[in-house]
């Protein structure tokens, strides 16, 4: 069975947070590319999305720089491989063995980053997005209604629409 692996991009090297990476490559073990897909939830707080494209593509394996707790824990719960890479450029054959050291094998969802809403701190920068209060996040950071219809995603960037936690 050939193992697949994916790769969050940016440019030529491994992007420095998951979720937020431009597209995803996805490779076999002799390092040929199979896919390259833009990510689908690039921008969004809806990241349900992303479990969804890899196992659509076959991956087993996924290296990553940095990853949150919650996205890591629903990687591992679905039985995927989860490595760390030291540095943001690594050759493919670094990332498609680990015999030069230079990957660590993630094995716990506490080993990804703590997320700022659980800390309590809101999101600060570029659209000054703020946590929704506790009860008002459905599934995927995505906000129900009482009947259980997504209404859309916290931390909407379009200026005239509303973050549901604002409503």
Do not use: W
Request: hydrophobic share 35%.
């Amino acid at each position: 069975m050939t193992i697949i692996t994916a790769i969050p991009m940016n440019d030529d090297h491994i992007a420095g947070h998951f979720a937020k990476a431009e597209r995803f490559v996805f490779v076999d073990e002799q390092g040929s590319t199979l896919a390259e897909i833009a990510n689908p939830v690039a921008g969004n707080e809806c990241k349900s999305a992303l479990a969804e494209l890899l196992q659509a593509q076959g991956a087993r394996r996924i290296v990553l720089k940095n990853i949150g707790s919650k996205m890591l824990g629903k990687l591992l719960g679905s039985g995927l491989a989860v490595y760390q890479a030291s540095q943001g450029r690594l050759a493919m054959a670094d990332m498609l063995s680990n015999e030069s050291g230079n990957l660590t094998e993630l094995t716990s969802a506490e080993q990804g980053s703590a997320s700022r809403c659980a800390e309590g701190a809101g999101h600060h920068g570029k659209g000054s997005r703020q946590c929704a209060p506790r009860g008002r996040l459905g599934k995927g950071g995505c906000c129900k209604s009482a009947s259980g219809q997504q209404q859309g995603c916290q931390g909407n960037r379009q200026h005239d629409h509303k973050k549901c936690c604002e409503e």
